[in-house]
């Protein structure tokens, strides 16, 4: 075992403050007050976390949490961290899931089961710019692979586009602007009549070129969802997010209602069924089928649902959630059983979702997950690492070399430098990294959400920044002469711990404050985002990134 000392780095400034002007200490104490309606806003969340201890999840690659316990039997998430709008396809007897990238190009990432428990990425399917994406869909028609995806360039309007791959890990098709302006969460159906459709936002329809690359037909209404008594307590109606399968004689359509976030007890999803993809619809004497109905749940702001048949023929409903005081992780993929019921309908069964559920009958367990430790010896970007609101070029500021990642310096700090970011789907665990100071550069490691939200710590070749609140804490600044750096971020069910070492880790410095980020999430900062481990580089040099190491700390 590595020697491990602690010490304080206010210990410095304790020791100089004779020799700070009262303007000075002022100021320090002026700077911790103004930031004191952001703490606030930063807090837990009112009434989050069920009672009782956490629920004993299984221990995967680094100490990773891992939905199958190994006895028949899984808690959810199946996919943690923030996987939002899952799009799921049987394949045979294979599962592929993919979901909403957002601005991170490699993306798509496309993640593969066989028993629809473990899930591992084993393609990205989407390697050119289209600006913000989300809610996309993923279907086989064919004999090939399509995803219809929309997307919104900076400053313009939505469009639907589509790619296509004869085979699930590609290559796959440069993007085919559909020209269906304005809509979003495509989902793609063939009618009856064998014509293709995609229903959209607004639960509208639009039919299909045959070979589903063009529209070739008028965006039509199609559905009035059901409607929810007035008293509820949701963020907006918002119909959205429409899924379709046809199933005997027929055609089912899932719906998210409800608003994807604010109030826990807002997103929910609903059915209805018709004999034809023309209508008329027949709501769901069940609706809504899944919702959160409090904050003791340990799931909120349930849906976005997808129906799926598991690998011995029970059925399945996969859709998204937000963790009971942990929105920060973003919304993550779950799965509830479901029953036919005799009358044709269905109705999900899964009960109280923090407890263990039995597995789909059938499946043959894989891998799942994969080890976020990184020597920087091969490219994993998009899988693992993204740019955050990256520019169509920001791809040219990163070369291998030097034994790790170098990344040329942007901007003046966090905010300004598109921070490299790691998605994580722990509770609790420890991220560590050097950072080569190579040139005027200025690298950090953070936590980071937009750049709006963020903490961390930041390091030049003459200082130690912290960074809190967004902004640096200038007080906290300490000369310290930098060429390299081991930084160490410890997240403890949401209470950052900061730890550094010139050294290459034989000593250690405990850094002065600790944070609380719970209230960095979409519902205070917007952009459906979450809170990621980030690295950035900032200045007129190169910060180059070696051997980052994570692993998970057991949950509380």
């Known amino acids: 075992m590595k020697k491990t000392i ?6 410095a400034q304790v020791a100089a403050a004779p020799n700070l002007a009262r303007r000075n200490l002022f100021k320090a104490m002026a700077t911790g007050a103004a930031a004191m309606p952001l703490a606030r806003m930063t807090r837990a969340d009112p009434g989050q976390r069920c009672a009782g201890a956490a629920p004993r999840w299984g221990k995967g ?8 316990l190994g006895d028949g039997t899984y808690i959810n998430p199946i996919v943690a961290g923030d996987h939002p709008d899952p799009a799921v396809l049987k394949d045979g007897d294979d599962y592929y899931m993919t979901f909403t990238p957002f601005t991170t190009p490699p993306a798509l990432v496309i993640w593969h089961s066989t028993d629809l428990v473990n899930w591992t990425p084993v393609a990205t399917a989407l390697h050119k710019p289209m600006g913000n994406v989300f809610a996309v869909n993923l279907c086989k028609h064919g004999g090939h692979y399509y995803i219809y995806l929309p997307a919104q360039q900076p400053g313009g309007n939505w469009a639907i586009h589509v790619i296509r791959a004869e085979r699930i890990a590609g290559p796959w098709s440069e993007p085919v602007d559909l020209g269906i302006p304005g809509c979003i969460d495509p989902a793609h159906v063939v ?16 039919r299909l070129a045959d070979d589903g690359l063009a529209a070739a037909g008028p965006v039509e209404p199609a559905y009035q969802p059901w409607r929810y008594p007035e008293d509820w307590v949701v963020e907006n109606f918002a119909p959205e997010g429409p899924k ?18 604010g109030p826990v007890t807002g997103h929910m999803v609903i059915a209805a069924r018709s004999t034809s993809i023309h209508g008329p619809w027949e709501h769901c004497p069940h609706n809504p089928l899944v919702r959160t109905t409090g904050t003791a749940e340990p799931w909120w702001s349930r849906g976005h649902a997808s129906l799926v048949e598991g690998p011995g023929g029970d059925w399945w409903l996969v859709y998204h959630g937000y963790e009971n005081g942990f929105r920060t992780l973003g919304r993550q993929t779950l799965l509830e059983p479901m029953e036919w019921t005799a009358d044709g309908w269905f109705r999900a069964k899964g009960g109280d979702l923090s407890k263990a559920l039995p597995k789909p009958r059938g499946g043959k367990a894989g891998p799942s997950g994969f080890a976020l430790s990184d020597d920087f010896t091969r490219d994993r970007f998009g899988v693992q690492w993204a740019f955050h609101d990256p520019a169509p070029d920001e791809m040219t500021r990163v070369r291998f070399a030097g034994g790790g990642l170098e990344i040329k310096g942007k901007g003046t700090s966090p905010a300004d430098s598109a921070p490299l970011t790691c998605g994580v789907g722990d509770r609790s665990y420890e991220a560590e990294i050097t950072l080569d100071l190579v040139g005027p550069a200025e690298g950090g490691l953070l936590l980071f959400y937009n750049q709006k939200a963020f903490v961390g710590l930041g390091f030049t070749p003459a200082t130690v920044k912290t960074w809190q609140y967004a902004e640096e804490q200038t007080w ?13 971020l410890t997240n403890a069910d949401n209470v950052i711990t900061f730890h550094y070492s010139f050294d290459g880790g034989k000593t250690w410095t405990l850094h002065g404050t600790r944070m609380e980020v719970s209230g960095i999430h979409h519902n205070v900062f917007g952009g459906f985002l979450s809170l990621k481990v980030g690295v950035y580089a900032a200045g007129a040099g190169t910060v180059r990134l070696r051997d980052f190491r994570y692993h998970a700390l057991a949950a509380t």
């Open 191 to 206: 009618g009856e009549d064998g014509k293709r459709y995609l229903f959209v936002n607004g639960i509208r329809r639009i």
């Open 61 to 68: 690659v680094e100490g990773q949490r891992k939905a199958d």
């Open 244 to 261: 379709l399968l046809r199933h005997g004689e027929y055609f089912y359509l899932i719906t998210a209602v409800g608003g994807t976030a």
């Open 6 to 11: 602690d010490r304080l780095d206010d210990a």
């Open 476 to 488: 906290a600044r300490r000369p310290q002469a930098i060429s390299s750096v081991r930084v160490r």
